[in-house]
C-alpha cells in the first residue's frame, strides 16, 4: 500500500484486506503461540493504526466510528483475538 485510503470505503477495503493476509493463517499463528511481529509489522504497513489521526500528521482523520468498523472487520477475520479468548 503506497498511500493512506481518503473515505470510509476505503478504510473498510483497506481493513478486509489486511483482514484476508492475516486470517490466512491465523489458526497456525493462534496454535503456535508466537509473538505477532509480523502481524503488527503488516498492521503499520497497512496504514490501518493511523485511521483517527488528523489529516495535517499523516493520518486518516477519521471519527471513532470508523475505527470500530475497522475493528470489527479484523476481529471478524480472526485477526484481533484468538480462539481461547473467544470461549
Known sequence: WSSIP?????????AQEAAD???????VRDQENKSPWAE???????GLLKVLGPRQYGGGGQPWSVGKLLAYEMQAAGTLTSDKATR
Open 21 to 27: 493476509v492475516l486470517a490466512a493463517d491465523a489458526v
Open 40 to 46: 503488527v509489522a503488516l498492521l503499520k504497513h497497512s
Open 6 to 14: 481518503e473515505n470510509e470505503a476505503g478504510w473498510l477495503q483497506r
